[in-house]
């Protein structure tokens, strides 16, 4: 659900930077009609819930299970990190690289992981930014 002043986090394996965009960004039919992402779908999420401009994603040229090195360098990284790893712990069980982190959204969602052939995505935990 959308909520101001939290962002919920997301690691994972994709193949490039160009497969997460696809995944992640909204998609616009010829006749400019919006459908959800992949990503939004995989995780039932409303695409009403979000704003598109508060998604920050990246997929790496290396992988990583170091939690500070993966959501380093996104918006409001110093809160973001300290709070994360006292989640979660400073490294996640699996080496990674991808992030996805949708800012103002609090995910409450039941599904926790997608593994496809492709790739495999898994929510890690929501805090705070503020």
Same mark, same amino acid.
């Not at 993966?70 to 690289?97: A, M, T, W």
């Given at each position: 659900?959308?909520?101001?002043?939290?962002?919920?986090?997301?690691?994972?394996?994709?193949?490039?930077?160009?497969?997460?965009?696809?995944?992640?960004?909204? #998609?616009?039919?010829?006749?400019g009609?919006?459908?959800?992402?992949?990503?939004?779908?995989?995780?039932?999420?409303?695409?009403?819930e #979000?704003?598109?401009?508060?998604?920050?994603?990246?997929?790496?040229?290396?992988?990583?299970?170091?939690?500070? =090195?993966l959501?380093?360098?996104?918006?409001?990284?110093?809160?973001?990190?300290?709070?994360?790893? =006292?989640e979660?712990?400073? =490294?996640?069980?699996?080496?990674?690289?991808?992030?996805?982190?949708?800012?103002?959204?609090?995910?409450?969602? =039941?599904?926790?992981?997608i593994?496809k052939?492709?790739?495999?995505?898994?929510?890690?935990?929501?805090?705070?930014?503020?």
């Amino acid at each position: 659900m959308e909520k101001e002043g939290f962002v919920s986090i997301w690691f994972g394996n994709m193949k490039s930077q160009e497969f997460l965009e696809r995944y992640v960004n909204l #998609i616009y039919d010829e006749d400019g009609e919006c459908k959800p992402s992949i990503f939004l779908t995989d995780f039932e999420i409303d695409m009403d819930e #979000i704003d598109e401009d508060f998604i920050e994603k990246a997929n790496y040229n290396f992988i990583s299970d170091k939690v500070d =090195k993966l959501i380093k360098g996104c918006s409001y990284s110093d809160k973001v990190i300290p709070r994360i790893c =006292k989640e979660i712990g400073d =490294k996640i069980n699996e080496k990674v690289n991808t992030v996805i982190l949708v800012y103002n959204f609090y995910y409450s969602g =039941k599904i926790i992981n997608i593994n496809k052939q492709e790739y495999n995505i898994k929510y890690y935990g929501v805090v705070s930014y503020r």
